[in-house]
């Protein structure tokens, strides 16, 4: 059978003995550097609190159910059906007793073995160990993806089996080995199998690779029948599952005539989101770009020069048609905003401080732009040829991903985490271009990586000491005898205090209250009716903590401003501390 080959791992093959043993010493020891410097980050970074983060509550309080019942008691928040999370979780809490710290211990394998595979993935695609090393502490250390590395959330599970998909079906069309061939096919369908489980877009990827792979080896018989048994049993496993442990998820819960009125109002709006999208990933994939830095002055001055006017251009072309929040990086935000993790609003009453200002958002925007458009001029500009293969099992795995972000963009409901599983891909095919362009990772791509490990590092830190005092203050107003259902600490707190209380929680669903400023108010309340607040956990700056603040919690933060604070104020009083 004729089929393209992918490219070799190694141009040379060596019989020298201590060549031998140094390629097996590296190929245990990168790995092992790559996991260690995800383990280093968040070590410095200390994501632990007697809390839940972001909407990993909701998950944390399933596993828990499921642990002492042995039945699924899902709450109603969020659409993931976390299947094989629940399962996992409810492991560690039988043996080490539940906290939310051993919920994101239990979740660091899965962070560590997503990295492991990028770095696999990499080397699998004939990357030099350097490179693919570069490659997985990229993504590892990403400020997309290293606050979610230690927590329930469902991203470190999806990103797992998602990369573990691709691996499976790049080894499966490359191997000459017949046998080995079904065997990787099989480690796709279960891998997509138990990825869709938990969060049912990974279902889409085995259904995609496995007709691909089908047509490049079809004329093997006993191929095409295990393919076709391994697309069966994952279409089985998904109706079987989806009938029975479906989720409410927005776009969902609308009739056909109000989905399609809602797509043609905001179809623009739907665009833009995912443009965003786009944008924040390749924010996110920026020291692959970054390797090109050192081949600018091929370019030439007068070239560049017409490139930076170009990219000026289209940054305030953004600007323009999303305005300042959402035409400058981060771009779309949740893991990535102007004041670190989340927006003001999503995650309690009150305001945080501004960590990326204006300018240093302009700086960034352009650098990308031009760091995109340097890199395609330069390969271009190369004689070069990359292999169809790897690039299609890749744009197949991508193409399988992207739709399914936009029912939820029609409805708004689009984060930038959601990219995290294009992440591999992305840094793939920029990682390719750089070995296509003859080029290497120079010091400015390590500086680059440097500079986004400490930003994603202090965010993180920062977060969690923002939500250690809300606690702290939250404990203070408890142990002077105020009950728990009547004080609202944030979206992390109120949202455990509802699930304790009722056991559910209202759902989101399209046309709800964004989250935002308000002067009386804080959004999750109309979510978590249990809790009714008459004293409320707020930030605002020191110098302008309330004379009404019944307790007061400094913060230490990393970045600007380096002092925060958080008081406790009766819910009467809400309205003046956030006007100031």
């Known amino acids: 059978m004729s089929r393209p080959e992918l490219l070799p791992v190694s141009s040379r093959v060596s019989n020298n003995p201590t060549s031998t043993l140094r390629r097996q010493y590296s190929a245990a020891v990168y790995p092992l550097i790559c996991c260690a410097t995800v383990l280093l980050c968040l070590a410095i970074a200390r994501p632990f609190a007697n809390s839940a983060f972001n909407d990993d509550w909701a998950y944390s309080y399933v596993a828990l159910r499921f642990e002492q019942t042995g039945r699924l008691h899902y709450s109603g928040w969020g659409s993931p059906m976390i299947l094989f999370q629940t399962i996992w979780g409810a492991a560690w809490i039988h043996v080490f007793g539940f906290s939310f710290n051993v919920l994101r211990v239990a979740t660091v394998p899965f962070s560590l073995g997503f990295v492991t595979l990028v770095y696999a993935l990499e080397r699998k695609l004939g990357l030099e160990p350097s490179v693919a090393v570069f490659g997985a502490i990229a993504v590892g250390t990403s400020p997309l993806f290293l606050p979610l590395a230690a927590s329930f959330m469902t991203e470190p599970y999806g990103c797992f089996f998602s990369t573990l998909c691709l691996y499976a079906a790049i080894a499966t069309a490359q191997t000459p080995n017949r046998l080995h061939a079904r065997c990787w096919l099989w480690v796709l369908a279960l891998s997509g199998i138990l990825g869709g489980s938990n969060r049912q877009v990974i279902w889409a990827v085995p259904l995609a690779l496995i007709p691909y792979l089908w047509w490049l080896r079809h004329s093997d018989r006993r191929f095409t029948l295990h393919a076709a048994t391994a697309g069966v049993s994952c279409i089985a496993s998904a109706a079987f599952l989806l009938a029975h442990l479906s989720q409410p998820y927005a776009p969902l819960q609308l009739s056909r005539a109000q989905l399609f009125d809602v797509a043609i109002d905001n179809g623009a709006i739907a665009c833009a989101l995912l443009a965003n999208l786009i944008l924040s990933g390749l924010l996110a994939a920026l020291p692959a770009f970054v390797c090109f830095t050192p081949f600018w002055k091929r370019l030439g001055i007068l070239r560049l020069s017409q490139y ?145 490990a400490g930003y994603s590092t202090a965010t993180t830190h920062d977060y969690f000491s923002y939500l250690r005092a809300r606690v702290l203050a939250a404990r203070t107003l408890e142990c002077r005898g105020i009950p728990r259902r009547e004080i609202s600490a944030g979206v992390e707190y109120d949202g455990w205090t509802q699930l304790r209380l009722a056991g559910t929680i209202k759902p989101v669903l399209y046309n709800d209250d964004r989250p935002g400023r308000s002067t009386d108010s804080f959004w999750f309340w109309k979510k978590a009716v249990a809790v009714t607040p008459r004293y409320v956990i707020s930030y605002c700056a020191p110098a302008d ?35 100031r």
């Open 545 to 579: 903590v309330p004379a009404a603040s019944i307790t007061t919690v400094s913060i230490e933060t990393w970045l600007p401003p380096r002092r925060w604070a958080v008081v406790a104020v009766r819910r009467a009083d809400v309205g003046s501390v956030l006007r």
């Open 308 to 452: 930076s006017i170009i990219c000026a251009t289209l940054m305030a072309f953004l600007v323009g048609l999303f305005g300042t929040r959402y035409g400058l990086a981060p771009f779309l935000g949740n893991m990535l905003t102007p004041h670190g993790l989340l927006n003001p609003g999503e995650d309690a009453v009150g305001n945080r401080p501004v960590i990326l200002p204006i300018g240093v958002r302009i700086g960034i925007t352009w650098f990308l732009l031009i760091s995109v458009a340097a890199a395609i001029r330069i390969t271009r500009s190369q004689r070069f040829c990359l292999e169809r293969l790897p690039l299609t099992v890749v744009a197949v795995f991508s193409a399988s991903y992207i739709p399914f972000l936009l029912p939820g963009a029609i409805v708004g409901l689009v984060f930038d985490r959601y990219m995290l599983p294009l992440l591999p891909a992305l840094m793939i095919v920029g990682l390719l271009l750089v070995r296509s362009a003859s080029c290497t990772v120079p010091v400015s791509a390590w500086l680059c990586v440097l500079v986004l």
